[in-house]
């Protein structure tokens, strides 16, 4: 953990195996004492910045997990199903008949290897803003 000791010991032997223990110790590689982020810590990515990078194109169509509803992205972040528009939350929750919907975890575009979840983008954007 990158931490300094001070050791008092009277005893030399049991000072000199501390000292040894102490040295035979592997340091943790950095990358693993990175603190643990949740969803609400993690850096906020809006629908938007897909369409901004060129991850998503204005015009593309979103799918539903089984393909069988579909909206449209619009150039300003919105997505249209069928005459309403909104954000992919209020979009998916109303394309479901739902109260509410994650729209990150709803919403999926087409990619030649299949579908991709949009969350799978945004985690692509996250960790280009972690390694910045």
């Known amino acids: 953990l990158g931490r300094s000791y001070i050791g008092f010991e009277r005893d030399k032997t049991y000072a000199k195996a501390a000292e040894q223990r102490i040295a035979a110790i592997e340091p943790l590689p950095e990358a693993s004492l990175a603190p643990f982020m949740t969803a609400r810590e993690a850096p906020r990515v809006a ?59 709803f919403w999926h575009v087409e990619t030649k290897k299949g579908l991709k979840l949009i969350d799978e983008l945004r985690a692509e954007i996250r960790a280009g803003m972690s390694a910045e």
């Not at 194109?57 to 069988?68: C, E, H, S, Y």
């Not at 150039?75 to 005459?83: C, K, Q, R, S, V």
């Not at 209020?90 to 394309?95: D, L, M, P, T």
Request: proline share 2%; hydrophobic share 45%; glycine share 16%.
């Open 47 to 105: 629908f938007s910045e897909l369409i901004e990078r060129g991850m998503i194109m204005p015009g593309t169509k979103l799918f539903d997990a089984k393909k069988k509803l579909g909206a449209l992205v619009r150039a300003d972040g919105a997505i249209m199903f069928g005459d309403k528009v909104g954000s992919i939350h209020r979009i998916g929750a109303v394309a479901q008949g739902a109260q509410a919907c994650n729209g990150w975890t």
